[in-house]
């Protein structure tokens, strides 16, 4: 079965530090997402992403905050400067269709911890 | 503003007895609502989906119902095992953003 996957499973970095994380989607979806679940909290959505470009945002992905799909497989989130309030599981989506009438396939999560 | 959000935030249930989640909306203009399960340590796992010009939705041991008149969904889980222990999320796939969530816990 199809699945989406995200490297690394778990960075420890330092504050101020820049950290890349890593997202294979499924091969023929056309919509990525990221999330992200503070420990104990509720999953946030942060952006979505079609067609090489962002599609929506919420208020927490600020200026910190990037994506690319710098390939045809792979999907990036980049955080700059990471801050402690950063740490959290941060989660991959990908989706056939965007927006409405489909579900989204998750991966596993990356869980960011900064020192 | 508009939210997704949930009434209980837990539901203990025995193994066997049927649970019932609920989730309430507030956005009239959502047409198609998604229940995610989510296990310890994982992503959120699709379960069902529903949309707006349908009241009830039927898979495997889950229900979904819809009552458009109260902006509120339930998920219902028939003979409730202890691997359907989880947080439950529902979600509305417009912007795909979700409510708080309610942890299932199943006891043997």
């Known amino acids: 079965e199809p699945e989406v996957t995200q490297t690394p499973s778990h960075q420890v970095t330092q504050m101020g530090q820049e950290v890349i994380l890593r997202c294979v989607p499924i091969s023929n979806h056309l919509y990525f997402y990221w999330y992200r679940q503070i420990l104990g909290q509720k999953v946030e959505f942060l952006v979505s992403f079609y067609n090489n470009e962002i599609s929506e945002k919420s208020e927490i992905f600020d200026d910190q905050f990037s994506v690319e799909r710098p390939d045809g497989s792979n999907f990036t989130l980049k955080i700059r400067s990471t801050k402690l309030e950063d740490s959290a599981m941060y989660f991959c989506?990908?989706?056939?269709?965007?927006?409405?009438?489909?579900?989204?396939?998750f991966g596993q999560g990356t869980r960011l911890t900064v020192v | 503003g508009e939210s997704v959000g949930l009434h209980l935030p837990t539901l203990s249930v025995q193994e066997g007895d049927n649970s019932i989640i609920n989730c309430a909306y507030s956005n009239s203009a959502s047409d198609y609502f998604i229940w995610y399960k989510q296990e310890s340590g994982k992503g959120p796992q699709f379960i069902i989906d529903i949309r707006s010009n349908m009241d009830k939705r039927q898979g495997q041991r889950v229900t979904v119902l819809l009552n458009k008149t109260v902006k509120h969904l339930s998920l219902q889980i028939a003979a409730t095992q202890p691997g359907d222990s989880a947080v439950y999320f529902c979600a509305e796939n417009r912007d795909m953003r979700f409510g708080a969530g309610t942890r299932l816990t199943v006891k043997p």
């Open positions: 989506a990908s989706s056939e269709e965007g927006r409405v009438g489909t579900e989204a396939f």
